[in-house]
Protein backbone atom coordinates (compact mmCIF):
# COMPACT_ATOMS: atom_id res chain seq x y z
CA UNK A 1 0.00 0.00 0.00
CA UNK A 2 1.52 3.38 -1.01
CA UNK A 3 2.42 5.67 1.54
CA UNK A 4 2.93 2.86 4.40
CA UNK A 5 5.38 1.71 5.59
CA UNK A 6 5.49 -0.73 8.82
CA UNK A 7 8.53 -1.59 11.25
CA UNK A 8 9.04 -4.35 13.48
CA UNK A 9 10.44 -2.83 16.58
CA UNK A 10 12.35 -5.52 18.45
CA UNK A 11 16.06 -5.81 20.17
CA UNK A 12 17.90 -5.56 17.18
CA UNK A 13 15.95 -2.74 15.63
CA UNK A 14 14.86 -0.33 18.74
CA UNK A 15 13.02 2.95 17.63
CA UNK A 16 14.59 5.88 18.97
CA UNK A 17 12.63 9.15 18.60
CA UNK A 18 14.24 12.44 19.61
CA UNK A 19 12.53 15.84 19.80
CA UNK A 20 13.82 19.15 20.89
CA UNK A 21 10.72 21.71 22.38
CA UNK A 22 11.08 25.29 23.34
CA UNK A 23 9.22 24.02 26.44
CA UNK A 24 10.89 24.03 30.43
CA UNK A 25 11.86 20.46 31.14
CA UNK A 26 9.74 19.72 34.02
CA UNK A 27 6.63 20.34 31.88
CA UNK A 28 7.76 17.92 29.09
CA UNK A 29 8.16 15.37 31.95
CA UNK A 30 4.52 16.14 32.98
CA UNK A 31 3.31 15.77 29.61
CA UNK A 32 4.62 12.17 29.20
CA UNK A 33 3.73 11.11 32.73
CA UNK A 34 0.53 12.69 33.85
CA UNK A 35 -2.11 10.73 32.04
CA UNK A 36 -4.97 13.58 31.61
CA UNK A 37 -2.24 15.22 29.85
CA UNK A 38 -0.68 11.74 27.50
CA UNK A 39 -3.35 11.00 25.50
CA UNK A 40 -3.84 14.90 23.67
CA UNK A 41 -0.27 15.16 23.92
CA UNK A 42 0.75 11.83 22.30
CA UNK A 43 -2.56 10.64 20.23
CA UNK A 44 -4.37 11.73 17.39
CA UNK A 45 -7.13 14.44 18.20
CA UNK A 46 -9.96 13.30 19.74
CA UNK A 47 -7.89 10.42 21.60
CA UNK A 48 -8.52 9.34 25.25
CA UNK A 49 -6.70 7.46 27.55
CA UNK A 50 -9.42 5.30 29.47
CA UNK A 51 -7.01 2.93 31.08
CA UNK A 52 -3.64 4.17 32.16
CA UNK A 53 -1.03 2.61 34.99
CA UNK A 54 2.64 3.39 35.07
CA UNK A 55 5.24 2.67 37.90
CA UNK A 56 7.64 5.21 36.82
CA UNK A 57 10.72 3.99 38.20
CA UNK A 58 13.80 1.88 36.32
CA UNK A 59 12.23 -1.60 35.88
CA UNK A 60 8.72 -0.62 36.73
CA UNK A 61 5.99 -1.83 34.01
CA UNK A 62 3.48 0.69 32.05
CA UNK A 63 -0.11 -0.41 31.19
CA UNK A 64 -2.57 2.11 28.69
CA UNK A 65 -5.05 1.96 26.55
CA UNK A 66 -5.62 4.51 23.87
CA UNK A 67 -8.84 4.88 22.54
CA UNK A 68 -8.50 6.56 19.09
CA UNK A 69 -11.24 9.03 17.68
CA UNK A 70 -12.24 6.00 15.26
CA UNK A 71 -13.65 4.23 18.91
CA UNK A 72 -10.57 1.77 18.61
CA UNK A 73 -8.49 1.03 21.55
CA UNK A 74 -5.03 0.66 21.33
CA UNK A 75 -3.51 -1.47 24.02
CA UNK A 76 0.31 -0.81 25.21
CA UNK A 77 2.48 -2.44 27.85
CA UNK A 78 6.04 -2.34 28.87
CA UNK A 79 8.47 -1.54 31.02
CA UNK A 80 10.88 2.02 31.37
CA UNK A 81 14.58 0.23 32.06
CA UNK A 82 15.58 4.35 32.24
CA UNK A 83 14.12 6.70 34.53
CA UNK A 84 15.76 9.92 35.40
CA UNK A 85 13.04 12.96 35.88
CA UNK A 86 12.83 15.14 34.95
CA UNK A 87 15.35 14.48 31.73
CA UNK A 88 15.45 10.93 30.51
CA UNK A 89 12.49 8.48 30.15
CA UNK A 90 13.04 5.32 28.19
CA UNK A 91 10.30 2.95 27.32
CA UNK A 92 10.76 -0.60 26.29
CA UNK A 93 7.01 -2.85 24.69
CA UNK A 94 4.67 -2.15 22.50
Known amino acids: ?6 VAVTPD ?3 EITRTLDAPRELVWQMWTEPQHLAPWWGPKGST ?26 WNRGVYPEVVPPKRLVKEGA
Not at 49 to 74: C, E, I, K, Q
Request: glycine residues 14%; aromatic residues 12%; charged residues 20%.
Open 49 to 74: LPVWTADLRPGGSYHFTMRGPDGNDY
Open 13 to 15: HPL
Open 1 to 6: MAGKHE
